[in-house]
């Protein structure tokens, strides 16, 4: 691998990987013989540019990047073995990087499209109950926003935005194309703060923000129907005073009370109050 300067605006990282994978299967002692033994041999390719049209203001920025995983052969019913090359994931992301205003400003946007090929399967033609076969994918495509600001003094805002659709490519008809237990597809957070800049009120510093969580499969079938985690927007907020030698903090989370649900369908805490004291040496 390499960092290229190919001018003062434009730079490239590239590089490439060989893996060499090596099983020496399930040996028999009593027979001396082994079974699902293989080896893998595959590349993996990157490459990465950054253009500066504002040199440290403005950049646009793309990837292409490579990665794998290496399949171990699997017992048919038969009693046979069927090998497998590796699955292959390719991704390629572009975006757009700005720091403005100063600093008062910084913000990332991307796209980014990654497809896995040669993913196993189970062999859904009638009569090939049991075997596996080697010719599925799975699309992961969407985009990521991040703003940072801080307008005038004092006054800071985070806030992000993400979606993500991912789903399966030639593995069952009955479920390619729909999205499943991935986490939600649409995701946002916000936060903005105040920290008083007057003498008078110095110290004293607001809070208040959220997540916005968007439905979330469970699973999802044509035949079956969907089975999913409902989306939910959870508020927090936050009153702080801080002197040089001590921190006072309080914290409401989960302002309005909303009855959500995490992962595993566990249902996530109520308004919950909290309070914290921090002494500095």
Request: charged content about 20%; cysteine-free; hydrophobic content about 45%.
């Given at each position: 691998s390499d960092v290229l300067n190919i001018t003062d605006d434009l730079l490239a990282i590239a590089s490439i990987r060989l893996d060499y994978f090596v099983n020496n299967g399930n040996k028999n002692i009593n027979q001396d013989t082994a079974t699902c033994k293989y080896k893998q041999t595959a590349f993996s390719p990157n490459l990465g540019l950054v253009y500066q049209l504002l040199p440290n203001r403005l950049s646009l920025c793309g990837n292409?990047?490579?990665?794998?995983?290496n399949n171990a052969p699997a017992r048919r019913p038969d009693g046979s073995f069927s090998t497998f090359k590796p699955s292959q994931a390719n991704q390629w992301e572009a975006g757009?990087?700005?720091d403005l205003f100063g600093g008062k400003l910084s913000s990332t946007v991307s796209y980014y499209h990654i497809k896995?090929?040669?993913?196993?399967?189970n062999d859904l033609t009638p009569g090939k109950q049991g075997f596996q076969v080697q010719d599925g994918g799975q699309m992961s495509k969407g985009v990521e926003v991040e703003v940072i600001a801080n307008p005038f003094a004092g006054f800071n805002v985070i806030a992000g935005y993400a979606y993500n659709d991912i789903y399966t490519v030639n593995t069952d008809p009955d479920v390619d194309g729909l999205h499943q237990w991935t986490g939600p597809a649409a995701t946002a957070n916000l936060w903005l703060s105040y920290h008083f800049p007057q003498p008078a009120l110095k110290g004293i510093g607001l809070g208040i923000g959220g997540n916005y969580n968007g439905k979330a499969y469970i699973q999802q079938s044509r035949s079956m129907g969907e089975f999913y985690i409902p989306e939910y927007t959870a508020m927090n907020a936050a009153v702080s005073y801080e002197r040089s030698f001590y921190r006072i903090g309080l914290k409401l989370d989960n302002l309005t009370n909303e009855v959500y649900w995490g992962s595993y369908v566990s249902q996530m805490m109520p308004?919950?109050?909290?309070?914290t004291v921090a002494v500095k040496f």
């Open positions: 292409y990047m490579n990665s794998l995983s757009v990087k700005a896995v090929d040669n993913m196993i399967h308004r919950r109050f909290s309070a």
